[in-house]
């Protein structure tokens, strides 16, 4: 998490950007917010894989929507 929220800072630095658990929240103005979760495609069926930062860290599984 820390790697990709550093790389969005340097994308876009005049942007407010922090990270809250699992997602990282990139606030462009007073209007828009954005929050991303970093996921990974499962290799068969429509499974995403995210980081869940809490009580030490693990791997959890979420449907992809299309």
């Known amino acids: 998490m820390t790697e990709v929220k550093e790389k969005i800072v ?13 997602v990282i929240v990139i606030d462009f103005s007073d209007i828009i917010k954005f929050e991303v979760v ?7 069926g429509d499974f995403l894989y995210y980081a869940n930062t809490n009580y030490g860290g693990t791997w959890e599984t979420m449907v992809s929507k299309k």
């Open 10 to 22: 340097k994308k876009f630095p005049r942007s407010e950007i922090s990270s809250e658990g699992q």
């Open 38 to 44: 970093p996921c990974f495609r499962y290799e068969f």
